[in-house]
């Protein structure tokens, strides 16, 4: 019997999976979502193009714009906004076609142009969730059937005069909460008229709108509304009139200079944001009627504040005075305040000490205190022990120096929960003291200058820390390393020290079992990779070992590990091969960082079944065989290094998984062959790097469909033919390395990008930035430039190849350009005068070519350039005047051009040689030839007559070449004699005479 329950377990279960997977996708809201496709892209739009008919699972297209359910398979969220190219015109869309998805809750459709849709008979009874922002809609009719919308955006929708009517018929939704009508133009409207039949709503936003006096009338009728934004209007703040039952009023970014609110009739008002605005020394006072008020945030007025505003609000619970500028009275005010619960006064400069004579540190309830970025006395660590109900206490960047006090202040804060005394100047050991802070939960004591032990045996007591930042101080290893075991559980765990050696691992690390991340990056712990560490904190998802002097094999845990999503290893003393279970044993890694180890062998082929992996270094091992076709497997895969190891054979042809794929890192290694690469969005790829290979045949054409690509870096390699065209239209394309290699043909005319660095969409996205590196050679040394730097670094290498033609001047009209190296080829004509507009260069190479003509004399205004060199070319003409940068530059920045004098050469220009004017149109022929005119001629005279002596003394002293000579003068005027007489009669019959 027993038996048979098991085998039938096995049957349900299977046959559930298989149901499951049918419904990954139904093939009802597929077909739906093709049509949708085709109705947003009509008549000739190319946008949703992962959205395939050949990809049976729509739920796997893009999870950006498409959300599933994870049970059912039914799409529930559907993310259309912009998709719809503008210039394709108005879309009129039929409501039917989003029928068959029956559990859609949440449909945004902003910003693509619709301008009316098709009724449909039927209503998406499911949905909750409508945006419709920046379209063209002035008309809204709801469908038949109930509605159950709750959220519904129209911002940017209308402009002032424009046949608009939206709003009245908004009542057909009669469970509508909340309202979004930002950035709308509704002066000559009444607001409350036109939305009187919305009995349901709570929050309206009118964030950026166009109001006059009377857009608020009769509002405050909706009994329902709660919240109510007139943030940064434009023009007039309107009056805002009776809203009896309003309880959260948002002002910011309004000019209320020169009028006082009457906020008389808001009795229930609760919440009121005026950070931003622009307010006179009396505008507070109007705050005195608010007798119900509990949070008012003041962030960055502009005008002064007077306390007097404070007096009368007895019940007020949250004040936030932050980012501006205070003195001492306004504690005399905030002592008054004593229901206060929450006081926020960051970066409001105040300096020195904080007076304790005037009851401010007599809050008794005061539970929430941040004095960040102020000048704080090391007095408050004392003073601040009467504030005995704290929970959380900030003062990070407050300059705060010395040791923390060992006695009475703060360590007689028993109730406080959070502790943040980050970025200062604190020193010393931890007092013992901090055992008294039995609640405390979170402790910050990051870049300081503190002695932390590794142990961290001064908090034992605290048994309900659970995180703990000592990053940035001094970490050392205790002597004598206990076997005692801490009361805390720890969750999060950050001590990135300064490279200190701190022994093995303190034996307390064996005690945790709750850590969730760990950060011991620069700390030299030594020893075998803990992989007792994972195996003991089943929710660790973040291990940071970076530089801590780790060798031998890296060991992975012996059973599988499913939260651990990011490991960061690099930089140790790693040896053997890479496990090959490591696939199974830690699946759910999305970011594995492996590089500047001892690493061997190959990759293993189940790193390729991560699918949830999005950044991969393994650069810099010794790695080798071929790349395993299993990389490109990684459906997630955002960026791979591969760089620096010794991987043979040809690249990997295919990413066709990857759709995320942006950066790719493959130089330095032995790999031959074509460059032949397929991706799955080429449009995705933003770094290319196949550097020092021994790649061979042509650039591809492929890589002009590369159309975001920022950099493209092919040198060292033996790559020939010419630079493909398309590679010029590049528009994005900011650094671009091709030196050594057998390029040959004309330099095309190259547009480099001024654009900012792209937008980062989540944490991944950053760390795949700031993970990327690449060699560049630049003032004539190879640098390896890594992190945000790289988005600020534009350059040109195209040296030692066979280049030929003139340089194109179009180059000179790059403006932002830090480094331009054409050196090492055989370009001809002159230097483009278009340089002197190159005002951000920093390092300009020239030499090794067979440019001639002047140099341009308005080179010297390029005042950040550090590196010049013409060497090695046939210029003529004086140098540039030794002014600014140029009179840094030696002469071996022009050496080997014969033609060229002035200062720092050697070779003195002639006395009568003029200056070297700028070359124009009238007087390219003097200064564009090979030689100076004068020079030619006098050269030409003396050569003509030491030929004449050197014949006339030959004939004088030898008798035999006397004789010779003068017989053939003799005949050769006998011979022009005859074939005159001969020839003359038929030169007559052509008329010569």
């Not at 012996?558 to 930089?571: G, T």
């Not at 095309?748 to 944490?763: A, D, G, R, V």
């Not at 403006?815 to 080829?825: R, Y």
Request: include cysteine; hydrophobic fraction near 35%.
């Amino acid at each position: 019997m027993g038996l048979f329950l098991q085998v039938l377990t096995v049957l349900v279960i299977t046959v559930s999976l298989q149901g499951w997977v049918a419904l990954g996708c139904l093939e009802e809201e597929r077909i739906a979502l093709l049509h949708l496709k085709d109705s947003l892209n009509y008549p000739n739009g190319t946008s949703l193009s992962s959205w395939r008919i050949a990809h049976p699972n729509c739920c796997e297209w893009d999870r950006e714009s498409i959300v599933c359910n994870s049970s059912t398979g039914r799409v529930t969220e559907l993310y259309l906004g912009g998709v719809r190219n503008q210039e394709m015109g108005d879309w009129y869309f039929n409501a039917s076609l989003f029928l068959p998805f029956q559990q859609l809750y949440y449909l945004s459709l902003w910003n693509n142009s619709i301008a009316g849709w098709v009724q449909n008979k039927e209503s998406l009874s499911s949905l909750e969730y409508l945006d419709l922002s920046g379209n063209n809609i002035n008309k809204l009719v709801a469908s038949r059937g109930p509605s159950n919308l709750r959220t519904l955006w129209l911002d940017n929708i209308t402009t002032y005069g424009s046949s608009f009517q939206l709003l009245q018929p908004l009542g057909a939704f009669p469970n509508l909460t909340t309202l979004y009508l930002e950035s709308n133009d509704f002066r000559g409207r009444i607001l409350g008229d036109e939305l009187q039949n919305l009995s349901s709503l709570k929050s309206l936003y009118l964030e950026g709108c166009s109001l006059d006096e009377h857009s608020l009338q009769s509002l405050g009728a909706l009994s329902s509304l709660e919240q109510l934004s007139l943030q940064t209007l434009n023009g007039t703040v309107p009056f805002i009139g009776s809203f009896p039952n309003l309880t959260t009023l948002y002002l910011e970014g309004n000019d209320f200079r020169g009028r006082i609110l009457e906020l008389q009739n808001l009795s229930s008002l609760e919440e009121l944001y005026l950070d931003g605005c622009s307010l006179d020394e009396h505008f507070l006072q109007s705050l005195e009627v608010l007798h119900s008020l509990k949070n008012l945030s003041l962030q960055e007025l502009n005008g002064t504040i007077l306390s007097k505003g404070f007096l009368d609000l007895k019940n007020l619970e949250y004040l936030d005075l932050s980012y501006n500028t205070l003195n001492n009275i306004i504690f005399q005010t905030i002592r008054t305040l004593t229901s206060l619960k929450t006081l926020i006064l960051e970066d409001c400069s105040l300096n020195g000490q904080i007076p304790t004579t005037q009851g401010f540190l007599n809050l008794k309830n005061l539970e929430y205190l941040d004095l960040s970025s102020n000048t704080l006395d090391n007095n408050i660590l004392q003073s601040i022990g009467t504030m005995t109900s704290l929970k959380t206490l900030i003062l990070k960047s407050c300059k705060l120096d010395g040791q923390i006090p060992t006695a009475q202040g703060l360590c007689d804060l028993n109730h406080l929960q959070d502790l943040n005394m980050r970025d200062n100047d604190l020193n010393g050991f931890l007092p013992p003291c901090l055992a008294n802070l039995t609640s405390l939960q979170q402790l910050d004591l990051s870049s300081n200058n503190l002695k932390i032990p590794m142990s961290l045996s001064p908090l034992y007591n605290l048994s309900k820390l659970k995180y703990f930042d000592g990053s940035g101080n001094e970490i050392f290893a205790e002597k004598d390393d206990h076997n005692l075991s801490p009361n805390f559980q720890l969750e999060l765990l950050y001590l990135r020290g300064r490279g200190q050696d701190a022994g093995a691992l303190p034996k307390f690390f064996y005690h945790q079992f709750s850590l969730q991340s760990l950060d011991l990056t620069n700390i030299q712990i030594k020893g075998e990779f803990p992989n007792w560490l994972i195996e003991n904190n089943t929710y660790l998802h973040q291990l940071y070992l970076e530089n801590c002097s780790l060798s031998g094999p890296f060991l992975l845990p012996k059973n599988s590990h499913v939260n651990l999503s990011f490991l960061s290893i690099s930089m140790n003393h790693f040896q053997g091969q890479i496990p090959s279970e490591i696939g199974a044993r830690l699946p759910g890694l999305a970011v594995l960082l492996m590089s500047d180890n001892g690493f061997s062998g190959s990759i293993p082929f189940s790193l390729g079944n991560i699918s949830s992996m999005q950044v991969l270094d393994l650069s810099n091992n010794n790695l080798q065989g071929q790349i395993s076709e299993g990389i490109g497997n990684m459906s997630s895969l955002e960026f791979l290094d591969l760089s620096g190891n010794n991987f043979s054979g040809r690249l990997p042809p295919r990413f066709d998984t990857s759709s995320n794929l942006r950066y790719v890192y493959l130089s330095r290694n032995k790999l031959q062959g074509p460059i032949t690469m397929e991706f799955y969005d080429p449009a995705e790829i933003v770094a290319l790097d196949l550097s020092h290979n021994n790649l061979t045949s042509t650039i591809p054409e492929w890589i002009g469909r590369l159309s975001n690509l920022r950099f493209l870096l092919l040198s060292y390699n033996n790559l020939e033919g010419e630079i493909p065209i398309q590679l010029s239209r590049l528009d994005q394309l900011s650094l671009i390395d091709l030196s050594h290699n057998h390029l040959s043909g004309n330099i095309l005319s190259w547009m480099i990008s001024t654009h900012p660095s792209p937008q980062l969409y989540n944490s991944y996205d950053s760390m795949s930035s700031s993970q990327q590196s690449f060699e560049f050679t630049t003032k004539n040394v190879s640098l390896s430039y890594r992190g945000d730097n790289i988005w600020y670094f534009i350059g040109i290498d195209f040296s030692c190849n066979n280049f030929t033609g003139k340089i194109p001047p179009q180059i000179g009209n790059l403006s932002m350009i830090k480094a331009l190296n054409l050196s090492h080829n055989s370009l001809t004509g002159p230097i483009p005068q278009t340089f002197s507009n190159l005002k951000e260069i920093e390092s300009l190479d020239l030499s090794y070519n067979k440019l001639d003509g002047e140099i341009p004399p308005r080179l010297t205004e390029l005042f950040s350039i550090e590196v010049f060199s013409v060497a090695h070319n046939n210029l003529s003409g004086k140098t540039p005047a030794r002014v600014a940068q140029f009179a840094t530059f030696e002469a071996s920045c022009y050496k080997d051009n014969p033609f060229l004098c002035g200062e720092p050469l050697p070779k003195i220009c002639g006395a009568t040689m003029p200056p070297s004017p700028t070359p124009t149109s009238t007087n390219n022929e003097d200064n564009g030839g090979f030689m100076d005119i004068e020079v030619f001629y006098v050269t030409f005279w003396v050569a003509y007559i030491m030929v004449l002596l050197v014949i006339g003394a030959v004939l004088h002293i030898n008798p035999y070449w006397r004789r010779a000579w003068f017989h053939f003068v003799e005949v050769s005027i006998n011979n022009c004699y005859y074939f005159l007489v001969d020839n003359l009669p038929i030169l007559s019959k052509f008329g010569f005479s």
